[in-house]
């Protein structure tokens, strides 16, 4: 199966500012996901990143919020902007390939 | 969207013994995973199973699709199965569900 490159691991930021997730599969794929993990809780999809459009968010994600990159077909990011201390959680990319595939997660905390 | 119910919500084990966990899904589906969340968040893929019944070593898992039901048992377990159990569930790999997950704590 395919390995997913994600970065950073972790990080503390200042409320307001934006934090940039990325990540990169060893493989092409069609389909990318990003999916928000508060703490303690389960899993919750942010958006489907679609490679050469726009991305397809769920509801209660918005892409003022949560802008997603997606150039080709190994490579996406998840920005996280404006944030405050609500947005601490881990943020995880994930891959389409046999079954689907999880990045490491970016543990974010925000100040 | 799909309803995922997980139970039991938190187990504890003595190292050696032997547990099921449960998963419910809301609707009928043709995908289903097992994921494993150690510790440090790490998301592992254990099992892709819409239906049937697969075995990787002490790990196996059963899904009843027909019932809406799957099962992960865990036999002879050991501490470094420790961590949060995650099942999902979705049609043809779009939009997975998660469930709320079982957490496992295996003691020496």
């Known amino acids: 199966s395919a390995v997913i490159s994600q970065k950073p691991s972790r990080d503390i930021c200042q409320r307001g500012t934006s934090l940039t997730i990325q990540c990169q599969v060893d493989?092409?794929?069609?389909?990318m996901f990003w999916y928000r993990q508060q703490p303690g809780q389960s899993l919750t999809l942010i958006a489907t990143a679609n490679q050469g459009s726009e991305a397809t968010y769920e509801s209660g994600f918005v892409i003022d919020k949560f802008p997603i990159s997606r150039p080709n077909l190994t490579f996406s990011t998840l920005t996280v902007s404006n944030m405050s201390p609500e947005d601490s959680s881990i943020y995880l990319c994930?891959?389409?390939?046999?079954?689907?595939?999880f990045g490491s997660g970016t543990r974010l905390t925000v100040v | 969207g799909i309803q995922v119910e997980q139970s039991p919500p938190d187990l504890i084990l003595q190292e050696g013994a032997n547990s099921t966990l449960r998963c419910n899904f809301s609707?009928?589906?043709?995908?289903l995973q097992w994921f494993h969340q150690n510790p440090w968040g790490q998301l592992i893929n254990l099992f892709y199973i819409p239906s049937g019944t697969k075995q990787n070593g002490r790990l196996s898992a059963t899904t009843v699709a027909t019932e809406r039901y799957s099962l992960l048992y865990i036999s002879s377990s050991q501490t470094t199965d420790s961590g949060v159990y995650f099942c999902a569930a979705g049609y043809n790999f779009n939009k997975f569900y998660f469930g709320s997950g079982t957490k496992l704590n295996v003691k020496p």
């Open positions: 994930s891959a389409l390939t046999v079954g689907y595939t």
């Open positions: 609707d009928s589906v043709n995908n």
């Open positions: 493989s092409q794929v069609t389909m």
